[in-house]
């Protein structure tokens, strides 16, 4: 997935200071969230947990199109790479 590989690309770049794996993970993130032309705008209601209803709470399903259980550690490669 694309977090995923963006993530072991900015932990590449941590360990070997190798700029290539810096730059790959930033042209990931440049694709997925800032052209115009490819940018995702990812809805979390379609995520495995989220947060519905009203008064709002928890909702579990057995699926989701939007796998989040690992995004802090996406954000933190984020970090890395800016």
Request: without cysteine; proline residues 5%; charged residues 15%.
């Amino acid at each position: 997935s694309m977090q995923r590989n963006t993530t072991v690309l900015a932990l590449a770049y941590a360990i070997s200071a190798n700029q290539s794996y810096a730059e790959k993970a930033a042209a990931n993130l440049r694709v997925w969230f800032l052209e115009p032309g490819t940018r995702m705008n990812p809805n979390l209601s379609y995520t495995q947990v989220a947060w519905v209803g009203n008064p709002p709470q928890w909702r579990r399903k057995a699926f989701g199109t939007i796998e989040m259980s690992g995004v802090y550690f996406f954000l933190d490669a984020v970090r890395i790479v800016e």
